[in-house]
Nanobody
Framework: QVQLVESGGGLVQAEGSLRLSCAASGRSFGGYTMAWFRQAPGKEREYVAGIDWSGFLPHYADSVKGRFTISRDNAKNTVYLQMNSLKPEDTAVYYC????????????????WGLGTRVTVSS
């Protein structure tokens, strides 16, 4: 079992930045692919970014490429999402998740989920 707790969400103006954190507890954090998904009101949950167990292979959705950076610190059991140049369309609840497949972009590929942290970007 892996428990995930997100933090760092909030209200920010367009072109601003936020850094999300996801603290993991439980077993073998270092063995999991970690990812961030988001869900906007009335929309399906969508993949944002993922990173392999080593932290050297990040992967991004086209919509955030060049603006968001995913990273992880296995010693601290934490994964991060640095979000720059935020846009109103980035407004969503952001979820941290853990799974076993590298570069998996579908929700069924991930076994463990946090409760989410809300990000609101004002124009």
């Amino acid at each position: 079992q892996v428990q995930l707790v997100e933090s760092g969400g909030g209200l920010v103006q367009a072109e601003g930045s936020l850094r999300l954190s996801c603290a993991a507890s439980g077993r073998s954090f270092g063995g999991y692919t970690m990812a961030w998904f988001r869900q906007a009101p009335g929309k399906e949950r969508e993949y944002v970014a993922g990173i392999d167990w080593s932290g050297f292979l990040p992967h991004y959705a086209d919509s955030v490429k060049g603006r968001f950076t995913i990273s992880r610190d296995n010693a601290k059991n934490t994964v991060y999402l640095q979000m720059n140049s935020l846009k109103p369309e980035d407004t969503a609840v952001y979820y941290c998740t853990a799974g076993r497949r590298f570069r998996a972009t579908l929700t069924p590929d991930y076994a463990y989920w946090g409760l989410g942290t809300r990000v609101t970007v004002s124009s």
